[in-house]
């Protein structure tokens, strides 16, 4: 009597598969698989760089404790969903939300002309042209917008453009449950 031998080969498919399908069963039954979850939360907000965008007020270690709400806004001229919230963070800037700027894997030139032509909304804006301060935030992809407490403490993290009834029913909740309302 004669053994059949199976190749690792012929396993090997099977397997990765049964794999990909209980990855995918996992994230489709978790609490809310639209929110990206971040490590962050609860916890205090990481460094950011104290390069500035030249021409703009630098982020100080200060600036993430200032004693109210404040929002941390990863950005970039070349994205266009930044361009898209553009109107919105004005419209939080001028009611006297403070709002920080991170300008990262961007080039000097075209951020400026970005902020000096279509206005800068920012109390202050960190350079990162590398993405190193992205990285430590966990930033994958601009713009992303944190909503700090008094203490400089993460309260939500938000990835996206602000902007239409995402803003409205997923982002301002969050806000107005941190300013208190």
Not at 33 to 43: A, C, D, E, H, Y
Not at 108 to 131: C, H, I, R
């Amino acid at each position: 009597m004669t053994v059949a031998k199976i190749s690792p080969l012929m396993i090997a498919p099977p397997l990765i598969f049964a794999g990909f399908v209980a990855l995918a069963g996992i994230g489709m039954f978790r609490d809310n698989p639209t929110v990206l979850r971040s490590t962050l939360v609860g916890n205090p907000a990481p460094a950011i760089t104290e390069v500035g965008l030249p021409g703009f007020d630098p982020v100080t270690p200060e600036a993430l404790a200032t004693g109210q709400v404040t929002l941390v806004n990863f950005w970039a001229s070349w994205c266009p969903p930044c361009h898209a919230e553009h109107p919105k963070l004005l419209e939080m800037s001028a009611e006297g939300m403070p709002i920080i700027g991170v300008n990262f894997k961007d080039n000097e030139g075209p951020a400026s002309s970005y902020l000096t032509k279509d206005g800068n909304p920012f109390a202050a804006v960190a350079f990162d042209p590398q993405g190193r301060t992205a990285i430590d935030w966990g930033v994958s992809a601009p713009p992303e917008t944190f909503i700090l407490d008094a203490d400089g403490t993460v309260l939500y993290r938000f990835a996206g453009p602000l902007i239409g009834s995402d803003y409205e029913n997923r982002f301002l909740p969050q806000l107005e449950k941190a300013l208190g309302h």
